[in-house]
C-alpha cells in the first residue's frame, strides 16, 4: 500500500505493515542536496509514525551523486531516529554486480539494528522477515 509519494521517492507499506520500502525514482539524477535529507527525514518519520520493525531502501533507480559528507550526515541525525523507535533491520536493494564492490569497500559501522544490502528484492523481504 502506498502511504507517500512525490516526484522522487514513493513510500509503500509491505507485508502487513511489517516493513516500509523506500523507493527512489529516475528524477533522483538533478535533485539537490535538500531533496535528500528532506527525503530521509520524511522516511524516518514514516517509520516512527508505523512503528515498523523492517525498513528497505531500493537504490536501483537512485542516480543522485553522494557525498561522504551525506553519508555521515545520515548516520549522525536519521539512523538514531530508527533506533529510536525500535527497527530491528533495514535493507538496500541495489543494483546488480554493486554488492560484492561494496562490501569491499565498507567500514562497518555499530547499530542497534541489522543491515544488508541485496541485489534482488525478493531476498531482501525474506531476509527483513525473518526474525
Do not use: C
Not at 67 to 82: A, C, K, Q
Amino acid at each position: 500500500m502506498t502511504i507517500y509519494e512525490h516526484s522522487l521517492y514513493t513510500f509503500e507499506l509491505l507485508k502487513d505493515g511489517k516493513i516500509l520500502l523506500f523507493k527512489w525514482s529516475d528524477a533522483t539524477e538533478n535533485m539537490t542536496m535538500e531533496d535528500y535529507q528532506e527525503a530521509l527525514h520524511n522516511y524516518a518519520g514514516f517509520g516512527t509514525e508505523y512503528q515498523v520493525p523492517a525498513m528497505l531502501v531500493d537504490v536501483r533507480n537512485f542516480k543522485y551523486k553522494m557525498t561522504p559528507e551525506l553519508g555521515i550526515w545520515r548516520d549522525e541525525h536519521i539512523s538514531p531516529r530508527y533506533a529510536k523507535f525500535g527497527l530491528k533491520k533495514f535493507a538496500y536493494i541495489v543494483p546488480l554486480g554493486v554488492v560484492a564492490k561494496m562490501k569491499d569497500t565498507m567500514t562497518p559501522i555499530e547499530r542497534t539494528f541489522a543491515e544488508d544490502y541485496f541485489e534482488d528484492e525478493q531476498e531482501s523481504i525474506n531476509w527483513l522477515l525473518n526474525h
